[in-house]
């Protein structure tokens, strides 16, 4: 099957944080930007606001940090599911991600990673601007290539340089 | 469980601070926000405060909806304005109220001075006054990168005020998100009185509502009628700045100072054209789903590379048609330089404009204020801009607003000063727009359209406005008739729209929450079970509360009025459908009052009345003038 993420295309954010409060809101009753598995970030002054968000690594670096191997994935829509009860809560998936997309939860410290919602995400059907999209990396690629659009300094979301001996 | 408010009192004359409960009662009875603000501002500042004195009192509120899924949420700030002396009050939308919400508080009040300058920054239940000489002089662009550096924190909210403030300009606002603005009344003119920088805010907590899935049912109705709404592709596509053509083309726009209603050079000016030709993409507020704002550049020209947020129409509007410029450019510098400056760009062109129709009579010339005043001049617009903002020359004189500058230049000025009560009046002419123009009579802010919004007033609904008001002939702006009815109307609601603190141009303009839909938002969020006609009430309560405070400072139907010039001349010809109109203002506010229940004569309440809002209180207060028994 097509394996599906959301994708990221902050040169049409407009920074609403309408994701945050949903993501929130479907999970826990409550709207809080830290308990979102979703989070915009800002450079105010140039106007810039980029959603960060799990891509569904194909090697996730979360899963491969985690002593206790906490971090399953999915088979049916390859999400990350954190099985709480394995989870010792040491926070070095969310220092190990590239894309800084884990959060955690502010009483347990357990990791917060995006489950798509099991397959049909509550953020992006709020997005106002389609800046996230659930749809393949395949399909956001060629919608850029349509667009004439440089997909590296929009999409999906920035990561950096993956630490030496991350993998280890 | 009673749902009460936190309410943080800050002492800046002892740098102390403590926390208070807001009682249940006093939530149902004002709702939030502007409504607590309001009983706050009549019970705790005494009349004839000094407003730049200590003894002012600058309150911070925001509204059950704040912080949460609700599309599009502000704060409000209120104090006695410096300005006019009445009732000060602004809301301005962006993240600041959210985080306010989410750091747990739902009123901050801060009194007294602080003797050092100062900045405050709330971390939920901590606060801290950092100190602020390093801030000192910093426009309000800096001082958003400056707070947020020296807190090493990107997502911390700040409302700041910039040199304006600083240097004792009068109608200097509050900045937040660095363009939304809480600009009118000169709230950034008292926080700066304080010695108060900004008000750096962040919030952990999650926000609750009582019961989620109605909310969420109710948010997501809201959505769907305004993603259905005739206008939500335009207010996407362009923001305010889409008033700028229609308004007109219904020959309402104002231009050159009032002059007439018909900009010629408007397409030059227009939404359509920054949308064509400057706007890279949609910007927002906290959560709304209908974003309006955008973000735009300047691509060619001597003002190449600039960039920003913005602009909406009464800014946009009143650095082209009001000044008579159609360099669209020159206005976004302009009024970029007012967001830098931090204040309010509606009363710095006004008092450009001013000046501009005086030298064009010859009452006040370039000689005597040392600059070029012909209409227009780029050159004289940026430079008075400069010149206010540090009092500088003839800025001096400006920076105290338009009426107190012409009262200075002499009493053959005043009737040039366009203002309402010591607050300038927007960019919509009143003799085009009458509901409008009622509105800015009675506003307890002065000449501002943001008290009533009557938009209804535009429809052009015969059938909808017989039934709500009684005659066909309220659905057409050019009319007098009904508009005193409905500008009570719409003055009850925007009162409980701005005291939920959420955006009109959704609630009110779209329509997306009448009373009915504001009442049940508001027991979804905290389990009351309160109707739709007590949020009327409410909104009625709110308003009387606002007269009173301006009653006390000596307000009556005296001072109920427009500029002489709406009454007397005409508008000219090229103004279309809005030609040959004038502005009836005795037979409109008789209608108004009449509604209210106020009396005849002096624009007041009566005694049954306050009786039946609950507001007996007031009648005690030994500086609350006599007033009628009335029929109960």
Request: with cysteine; aromatic share 8%; hydrophobic share 35%.
């Amino acid at each position: 099957m097509l394996i599906k993420q959301i994708t990221v295309d902050s040169s049409i954010c407009c920074g609403c944080r309408a994701c945050e409060m949903t993501c929130s809101f479907a999970h826990f009753e409550v709207f809080s930007t830290e308990w979102a598995r979703i989070r915009i970030a800002k450079d105010e002054l140039r106007g810039l606001d980029v959603p960060m968000v799990c891509q569904q690594c194909a090697h996730p670096a979360c899963q491969r940090a985690c002593p206790e191997n906490a971090i399953i994935r999915n088979p049916q829509t390859g999400h990350l599911d954190v099985d709480s009860d394995l989870c010792i809560g040491c926070k070095r998936c969310g220092v190990r991600c590239p894309h800084l997309a884990i959060t955690y939860v502010p009483d347990s410290g357990h990791p917060l990673i995006c489950n798509l919602c099991h397959g049909a995400p509550e953020c992006v059907l709020r997005c106002p601007t389609g800046a996230i999209r659930y749809e393949s990396i395949n399909q956001f690629l060629a919608r850029l290539r349509f667009l004439g659009l440089d997909p590296t300094p929009s999409g999906t979301t920035p990561s950096r340089t993956q630490p030496e001996g991350a993998d280890t | 469980m009673p749902v009460t408010g936190r309410l943080l009192r800050i002492d800046l004359s002892h740098a102390a601070h403590r926390s208070e409960t807001i009682p249940e009662h006093l939530m149902q009875t004002y709702l939030g926000s502007r409504g607590l603000n309001m009983y706050r501002l009549y019970h705790e500042i005494p009349a004839q405060t000094d407003p730049l004195g200590p003894d002012n009192k600058l309150i911070f509120g925001t509204g059950r909806l704040d912080g949460t899924l609700y599309p599009g949420t502000r704060f409000n700030v209120s104090a006695r304005s410096p300005q006019t002396g009445l009732v000060g009050d602004s809301n301005a939308g962006g993240f600041w109220g959210a985080e306010m919400r989410f750091a747990g508080w739902d009123q901050i009040v801060l009194e007294g001075r602080s003797p050092e300058p100062v900045f405050i920054y709330i971390e939920d239940d901590q606060v801290q006054l950092r100190p602020a000489k390093h801030l000192q002089g910093q426009d309000v662009w800096n001082t958003h990168r400056l707070i947020r550096e020296e807190l090493a924190d990107p997502d911390v909210q700040i409302a700041c005020v910039g040199p304006a403030a600083e240097n004792g300009v009068r109608f200097a606002g509050i900045f937040t998100n660095l363009v939304r603005t809480a600009a009118r009344t000169g709230m950034g003119t008292v926080l700066a009185s304080k010695n108060v920088k900004a008000v750096a805010i962040r919030g952990h907590q999650p926000v609750r509502v009582s019961d989620p899935k109605a909310f969420l049912t109710l948010i997501q109705k809201i959505e769907k009628h305004l993603q259905q709404h005739p206008e939500f592709a335009s207010r996407k596509l362009l923001g305010t700045p889409r008033l700028l053509t229609s308004l007109n083309a219904l020959g309402a726009l104002v231009t050159r100072h009032f002059q007439t209603g018909h900009f010629p050079a408007a397409d030059k000016v227009s939404g359509e054209r920054l949308a064509a030709e400057y706007n890279i993409k949609n910007k927002s507020c906290f959560a709304c789903t209908a974003p309006c704002s955008r973000w735009f550049m300047i691509h060619d020209g001597p003002h190449k590379g600039l960039y920003g947020e913005g602009p909406e129409f009464e800014p946009l509007g009143a650095f082209t048609a009001r000044v008579d410029n159609d360099d669209l450019d020159v206005a976004m510098v302009a009024i970029d330089r007012c967001n830098r400056y931090g204040m309010d760009a509606l009363a710095a062109a006004e008092a450009i404009a001013m000046l501009m129709e005086l030298n064009q009579r010859g009452l006040f010339t370039s000689e005597d204020a040392g600059v070029d005043l012909s209409w227009g001049n780029p050159d004289t617009i940026l430079t008075l801009l400069d010149l206010m903002a540090y009092r500088q020359g003839i800025g001096d004189l400006l920076a105290d607003g338009a009426a107190k500058a012409a009262a200075r230049i002499g009493p053959h000025a005043e009737p040039y000063a366009m203002h309402v009560k010591g607050l300038e009046i927007i960019q919509g002419e009143p003799r085009g727009l009458k509901g409008y123009g009622l509105g800015h009579c009675v506003a307890s802010r002065g000449g501002d359209h943001l008290r009533a919004e009557p938009f209804f007033e535009l429809s052009g609904d015969e059938a909808e406005g017989q039934r709500r008001f009684g005659t066909p002939k309220v659905a057409h702006p050019g009319n007098y008739e009904g508009k005193g009815k409905l500008v009570k109307y719409f003055e009850d609601w925007c009162a409980v729209i701005d005291s939920l603190n959420i955006c009109k141009n959704t609630a009110v303009c779209m329509e997306g929450v009448p009373f009915e839909t504001a009442a049940a938002l508001l027991n979804a969020t905290t389990g009351w079970t309160l109707t739709a006609s007590d949020l009327q009430i409410a909104g009625e309560r709110i308003i009387n509360v606002e007269r009173a405070f301006c009653m006390r400072e000596g307000i009556s139907r005296k001072d109920d009025r427009l500029p002489s010039r709406f009454l007397n001349e005409p508008l000219p010809k090229e103004c279309g459908p809005s030609a040959g109109l004038v502005f009836e203002q005795d037979i409109m506010l008789d209608e108004y009052y009449q509604t209210r229940g106020w009396t005849r004569e002096q624009g007041w309440p009566t005694r049954s009345l306050l009786r039946r809002l609950d507001l007996m209180e007031i009648e005690s207060d030994p500086d609350f003038p006599n007033i009628e028994e009335g029929l109960s």
